[in-house]
């Protein structure tokens, strides 16, 4: 079975501060791995995924991730945010065959100006 | 291409009564998944179709349905409401091909459901 913590329900930062947003998982199986975020009153898009190769991935609006196969965790980060980064965010696994998704339950980011 | 569009995105409905949330997926894509997206919870997985059969179901009690049709639109029903239905139902569709590869969801804006 697969499962997502996220660590942390609320982080809040100060503008241009730096952020990280903890994701562990559990699986028994290897799994891709996602970061999605969702701004008030939309769905969620995606900033970055991990598939296989560096485990270092970049995403959009200048986020980034890392994968840690022994600590099983894939965190979050970006070096500068900025109040346009206000959002909920969610890490998510996908197993390497079917087609579903599991969530952890969100992180609440809020830049403080 | 046009993304996933969700209707309605508003809905109230008492306890009791039914209710039944339409998405349809970008053109192209055979697969939609249904989350049910709550304070605390996350998203909670209900179902995946793909080509109009039900291939992946999540823990929710048989109140909770769906149906895919030949156009991959989908629909969710719910019946007999209960005010913890109350939640924001995203879909989220793919091309929803297993074979080793990975399938990138692309979600819609939501159907926000208030049970009162």
């Known amino acids: 079975a697969q499962s997502v913590t996220q660590l942390d329900s609320q982080v809040p930062v100060f503008e241009e501060a730096p952020v990280e947003l903890r994701c562990n998982y559990s699986?028994?199986?290897?799994?891709?791995l996602f970061w999605y975020v969702q701004y008030p009153n939309q769905g969620l898009q995606l900033l970055l995924k991990y598939l296989s190769g560096s485990t270092l991935v970049k995403g959009i609006n200048g986020f980034e991730a890392e994968f840690n196969k022994s600590q099983t965790s894939f965190h979050l980060r970006k070096p500068s945010v900025h109040i346009s980064d206000t959002a909920e965010y969610f890490c998510a696994v996908h197993r390497l065959t079917g087609n579903q998704f599991y969530f952890g339950t969100g992180t609440s980011l809020t830049v403080i100006p | 291409k046009a993304g996933v569009t969700q209707t309605p995105r508003y809905l109230i409905k008492t306890r009791g009564q039914q209710v039944t949330l339409s998405c349809s997926p970008i053109s192209g894509h055979r697969s939609v998944s249904w989350y049910q997206q709550t304070p605390g919870q996350g998203l909670q997985f209900l179902f995946e179709?793909?080509?109009?059969?039900?291939?992946n179901k999540g823990n929710f009690p048989g109140r909770f349905s769906g149906r895919q049709f030949s156009n991959s639109r989908s629909e969710m029903n719910v019946s007999t409401l209960e005010l913890g239905d109350s939640a924001l139902y995203l879909c989220?569709?793919?091309?929803?091909?297993?074979?080793?590869?990975?399938?990138?969801?692309?979600f819609g804006p939501g159907t926000r459901l208030t049970v009162l």
């Open positions: 699986s028994s199986v290897s799994v891709y």
């Open positions: 179709y793909f080509s109009e059969t039900q291939r």
């Open positions: 989220a569709s793919s091309l929803g091909i297993s074979a080793g590869g990975i399938n990138e969801q692309f």
